[in-house]
């Protein structure tokens, strides 16, 4: 489990892209309102792995999709991770100062702005996908609108998100631990595979379960990490606030199974992933290699 | 001017049967998460006029569309009203506490799930319009998401607003404030018109610019009449904060005209919406009535 060198030359090429097709699906900031486009901005460029975009991409290479569907999937799966970003370090959620190693939306700008930034960020990631011309069938396009709809809203993200509110200061069992996770990061980067296969063509349900067992698995290892990290790295690494999950007393991984048999799960979540791959052959590579790359980084 | 019976009748028909379309299409409140699904169900349902869905539906007859799609897509756009609703009225934004006669959500609930309850709305707004069968080609289904989410988005609704905030305290030049309130409020009336013609058929470019025209002398119509009744209504006749925009120092067409003369403007942008209907005939008569509606609503 060594990251190669080819992999890396992959991710940094498609984290590039990536950063060149957000920058011409926002909306441009010479358009009014300047202040709420300069923001989205600052909300959404030259931040994080992009793991999102990687698996829209690593999945779509998989299934010979059209390039430009691609890079908008990507796009739209990136600008709502973006503005739940925004709208968790408000001052009401998360009341977080730091994100990447920079003020957050609310502390650079102001509460107001971070709310309509996290807002219009969410239509905008539903325009990116509905607009422009491409070789996907409608019908296809409409199903990757449904699918993101679905992941983002209150039986996904959103949903995760209330869940986890509700769960301060309580002890959860692991399998409403694993509900809330599911939810809350697991099904966007659900849907990032999934949006990434059917800018390729419509999916075998076999197909479909083989993508849905790997994405659980990957989901679920991310948050694992996430937790590890969070209690073991600094603030400086991270980005981000460390030791804030036990700070405002959330149930987590660690807390509940304790460091060691954490990082164990993590392993054997990113062994599953692998696993769940094995019908696609040498072709699916890039998957495992993210698979990976969630179970061994470092921020 | 006068509102007929038959028009009231119509009126009563559809949004009763709206309150049942949004009821069906609200997640179920026996779904995790409770509590964010009863919170969403408050903010959308039992409320308002539906002026938006007796837009979708009116234009929707007009062009003989399927009534399943007519359905979601004023589902869609109420969902898409109610959200920003919520999220205007909390704290960070316009801090109101009553809205339709009750406490606001963030009141009534808390900030975090006034949050999460706008945002999850939205998503359910895109998943709405674009889940479930019906009779409208996929490739029209696909431009209303595009339609919806380009009104809800910056260069619509949330610019809107953002330019709202930008300019308390500022002595707006009328042209700046018609730009703000055709972004804020007039983008949305506009798509619902827009909507409800497209679950019918492909439009002519003659059609667009009629129904066009007349959504935004409505839009525009609709926001002097606001004004109107901020500034003479009280508060229990609106169900929310009478006298607000003063309060807040924000510019209105009756601080800038004076209450007659927006009176006038009023009654002169109700005849240019009857006007720009002239190509379809009386086939166009509820439209007609909603601008009447409009101009003439108490509250």
């Known amino acids: 489990?060594?990251?190669?060198?080819?992999?890396?030359?992959?991710?940094?090429?498609?984290?590039?892209?990536?950063?060149?097709?957000l920058t011409t699906?926002?909306?441009?900031?010479?358009?009014?309102?300047?202040?709420?486009?300069?923001?989205?901005?600052?909300?959404?460029?030259?931040?994080?792995?992009r793991v999102r975009p990687l698996l829209v991409h690593a999945a779509g290479d998989l299934f010979d999709a059209d390039p430009v569907m691609l890079s908008r999937a990507a796009a739209a799966v990136e600008m709502i991770?973006?503005?739940?970003?925004?709208?968790?370090?408000?001052?009401?959620m998360d009341d977080d100062e730091l994100r990447r190693g920079k003020p957050t939306v609310h502390v650079k700008y102001d509460e107001a702005t971070a709310l309509l930034v996290g807002d219009a960020l969410q239509s905008q990631a539903f325009l990116v996908l509905s607009d422009g011309e491409c070789n996907v069938a409608p019908?296809?396009?409409?199903?990757?609108?449904?699918?993101?709809?679905?992941?983002?809203?209150?039986?996904?993200?959103?949903g995760g998100q209330a869940i986890d509110l509700e769960s301060v200061g309580l002890k959860l069992a692991l399998d409403a631990l694993e509900q809330m996770h599911r939810m809350k990061t697991g099904a966007l980067l659900r849907v990032s595979v999934l949006l990434g296969a059917l800018a390729?063509?419509?999916?075998?349900?076999?197909?479909?379960?083989?993508?849905?067992?790997?994405?659980?698995?990957?989901g679920l290892a991310f948050q694992v990490v996430d937790d590890v990290l969070d209690a073991t790295a600094d603030s400086a690494t991270l980005?981000?606030?460390?030791?804030?999950?036990?700070?405002?007393?959330?149930?987590?991984y660690v807390s509940i199974l304790g460091l060691e048999e954490s990082k164990a799960l993590a392993e054997q979540l990113r062994?599953?992933?692998h696993e769940a791959l094995a019908p696609f052959a040498d072709k699916a590579r890039r998957l495992r290699e993210i698979a990976d790359l969630i179970v061994q980084r470092k921020a």
Chains 1, 2 share one sequence.
């Open 1 to 21: 489990m060594t990251i190669s060198q080819d992999f890396n030359d992959w991710m940094k090429r498609v984290q590039s892209q990536m950063e060149d097709a």
């Open 25 to 49: 699906y926002l909306p441009a900031i010479a358009e009014l309102p300047v202040r709420l486009h300069e923001a989205m901005r600052y909300a959404v460029l030259d931040g994080g792995k």
């Open 81 to 92: 991770h973006a503005y739940s970003l925004v709208h968790d370090d408000m001052p009401c």
């Open 139 to 158: 019908s296809q396009r409409l199903a990757m609108v449904r699918e993101l709809a679905h992941a983002s809203g209150s039986l996904g993200m959103c």
């Open 200 to 218: 390729g063509k419509e999916l075998s349900m076999a197909e479909v379960d083989a993508l849905n067992a790997y994405a659980k698995a990957i």
């Open 239 to 252: 980005g981000k606030t460390a030791g804030k999950d036990a700070a405002d007393n959330k149930p987590t």
């Open 271 to 273: 062994r599953e992933a």
